[in-house]
């Protein structure tokens, strides 16, 4: 059992605050609706930015408020509940721990509560692709298997009803006529996978002052050995490897104003950074929403970042998602033809809605680390660089969510997430050249950072990026143009010391 925390936002009131501005847009014109004025003051004060930085500041290694898991981090560190779940949040937690490592056979089987995998798949489970809820990695050589790892595929508005879809956000993408929205390159018994995902890589040097010079590698990713003939010859591809799953819940409950308030799309200040809000259909609500969740942040919910999990990676239908074929198209009959799993005395879909919310619970819940080293003299150091670099410009170090927040265990907790989650223009070097909702082909929805220093903990490697092309950090920051390229030719110009310093702070998060 973890040891349990006390901690509240209330807290705060006993600490001598920093006060300030927030940088960007960020003022004190961004009025939230669930705050007081009182309240508001303080939470201004409290996600201020750092000015001092020889010590921490108050509450700085807690990176999940009350819900941080104080353990000592080892290889489950990014497994473990949100610390004050009570005890049915914690029993729902392990159940839905259960449902997400759960193996899904095809049908018809003698399981049949496990039934109805696929018929296309990328992964048996959920915690196939999301290792340990962990990062996921592209293929290691060339035949290694993507378990971790998929291809998302579009085509261009092919008429003008195709591209009213796309503004009124119907549809984020117009999918592949045969292969669908992703590729995907398992099939059960007697259906071939759709193509396997081959990459290779071309390296060349980026050189840094002080002497050394660092090899970036370019992927060129490549499908395969294709199950159902040609693609459309306007395919538009795009490779993404699983992102960790801790702190879904909070980022979930970060303040939609708060959000607005950082945005900057004309860049109006004139710094060079012009974040845009994703706004995209929630199909529960129908309603327009601030987009969260994905890569390009095309997904505003966990509620329906599982849903479309379970049907699109996994083939399985959900009251969100009901349709028992997955991802499979009309002209894949094979695929269609093939049985389903829904069992009469289980409901109409593969996995409930019971099963689902678990899954939601359990995805919600899991419990941001510790910060490690946050008094240490050279993480402080490497702070301070990473804040006069401009990388927190983007990498918005800290929140206070929402009182109205969908979790009780959520709600009013100061979290150090290090995202603005917003959409930012990353370069040509970056662009996956194919848009998504909307976000155009060089926007990236901005990662968080929390947890990043355990990667090789947790799952082995050190492979960042949405299609794992940098080997460390350091490359993933090399890689970095467009709105941040000033924050890149920064590290590039640091002192061996300095880049040391910075690295050793992202180490600590």
């Known amino acids: 059992m973890q040891r349990r925390v006390s901690f509240s936002f ?5 600490f001598g605050l920093l006060a300030g501005s927030w940088i960007a847009l960020a003022s004190e014109d961004a009025v939230r609706s669930d705050l007081s004025e009182e309240d508001r003051a303080r939470v201004r004060a409290v996600t201020a930015p750092a000015i001092e930085f020889t010590v921490a500041e108050p509450f700085e290694a807690m990176s999940g408020g009350a819900a941080t898991d104080t353990g000592s981090p080892n290889s489950a560190a990014f497994s473990q509940p949100s610390a004050n779940l009570d005890f049915e949040g914690e029993q729902n937690f392990l159940l839905g721990n259960g449902l997400f490592r759960k193996l899904w056979v095809s049908s018809p089987s003698s399981t ?6 696929g018929p296309l798949f990328n992964a048996r489970s959920c915690q196939r692709c999301h290792l340990r809820d962990g990062r996921g990695h592209p293929p290691a050589y060339v035949g290694d298997t993507a378990l971790s790892m998929l291809i998302r595929l579009s085509i261009p508005p092919q008429s003008d009803d195709d591209a009213q879809l796309l503004e009124n956000r119907v549809l984020h993408r117009i999918p592949e006529p045969t292969y669908g929205g992703q590729l995907q390159d398992h099939g059960v018994p007697g259906l071939p996978g759709e193509g396997r995902i081959e990459v290779t890589y071309e390296e060349f040097p980026v050189a840094l002052n002080g002497g ?34 801790i702190g879904l819940g909070l980022l979930a409950a970060i303040h939609p104003d708060d959000i607005l308030a950082i945005a900057d799309p004309e860049d109006s200040d004139g710094d060079g950074i012009s974040g845009r809000v994703s706004w995209v259909r929630n199909p529960i609500t129908d309603e327009i929403e ?15 970042q599982s849903a479309d999990a379970f049907s699109g990676d996994i083939g399985i239908s959900t009251p969100l998602f009901p349709i028992s ?9 094979e695929c269609l033809d093939l049985p389903d799993g829904v069992q009469e005395r289980l409901g109409d879909f593969e996995a409930s809605q019971t099963v689902l919310d678990l899954v939601v619970h359990y995805s919600a819940h899991l419990a941001v680390p510790v910060r490690r080293d946050v008094e240490d003299l050279q993480v402080l150091e490497g702070k301070d660089l990473f ?3 401009g990388c927190a410009a983007c990498h918005w170090p800290k929140f206070v969510t929402s009182r109205d927040a969908e979790r009780e265990e959520h709600r009013f907790q100061l979290i150090w997430p ?6 930012h223009d990353m370069g040509e070097g970056l662009s996956d050249h194919r848009p998504l909702a909307n976000a155009d082909a060089n926007e990236w929805r901005t990662p968080p950072l929390w947890g990043i220093g355990l990667t090789q903990t947790v799952n082995g490697h050190t492979f960042f990026l949405h299609d794992g092309r940098a080997r460390n950090l350091l490359e993933a920051i090399l890689w970095h143009g467009g709105e941040a390229q000033n924050s890149r030719d920064a590290v590039v110009n640091m002192t061996p010391a300095q880049r040391a310093a910075l690295l050793r702070f992202l180490e600590s998060l």
């Open 212 to 245: 050394e010079t660092v090899m970036l590698r370019e992927p060129n990713f490549q499908i395969t050995e294709l199950g159902f003939g040609p693609m459309h010859p306007d395919t538009m591809t795009s490779p993404r490897i699983a992102p960790p799953m």
């Open 290 to 304: 601030v987009g969260r969740f994905g890569w390009k942040a095309n997904t505003p919910s966990v509620r329906v």
């Open 418 to 423: 290090y995202t603005d989650m917003l959409l």
């Open 112 to 117: 049949q509560a496990s039934d109805g995998l």
């Open 387 to 389: 804040y006069s670099s």
């Open 10 to 14: 209330a807290c705060l009131a006993t």
């Open 325 to 333: 074929w997955g991802d499979c198209t009309p002209l894949q009959s």
